[in-house]
């Protein structure tokens, strides 16, 4: 005879595993470039004309300031502001925890690393000593 206990226990735990799977699934995202890297040096990605308006404020709009804007700003680091972004871009923050250099905090937190392409042009504006451009 069956024991009604153990399979409603059964029944509970296939249920949640069944959830979790699709909870995983769904937060899954391809990077396209982690996918396809582009050959270095294919010129794919544009480094001539990188400005922080044109270039790097659209970046830090699609991938950082969701977490990283206004007065609750996640860890105080401000990216929605050229004054906010220029103070980690210049004390070296940006860069290592976009790149997710050893010793930095690799953002975005709990996403996927920032494009190669992106990444670089965030180092080209960085080296060129974060310009309001």
């Known amino acids: 005879m069956e024991n009604p206990t153990i399979n409603k ?12 799977s699709v909870l995983t699934a769904s937060c899954y995202r391809d990077n396209e470039e982690e996918l396809y890297p582009q050959v270095p040096g294919s010129g794919n990605c544009d480094l001539t004309s990188v400005t922080y308006q044109s270039t790097i404020a659209p970046i830090m709009a699609s991938s950082c300031n969701g977490c990283h804007s206004g ?14 972004l220029k103070t980690i ?7 290592g925890s976009v790149s997710h250099a050893s010793g930095y905090s690799a953002m ?9 392409c992106n990444i670089e042009k965030i180092k080209t504006w960085v080296d060129a000593g974060a310009p309001n451009n």
């Open 89 to 95: 871009a210049l004390n070296g923050k940006l860069y």
């Open 108 to 116: 975005p937190k709990n996403g996927n690393k920032l494009s190669a």
């Open 71 to 84: 007065a609750g700003a996640s860890a105080g680091v401000v990216t929605n502001t050229y004054e906010g």
């Open 9 to 20: 226990r059964l029944l509970v735990v296939a249920s949640v595993l069944a959830a979790l």
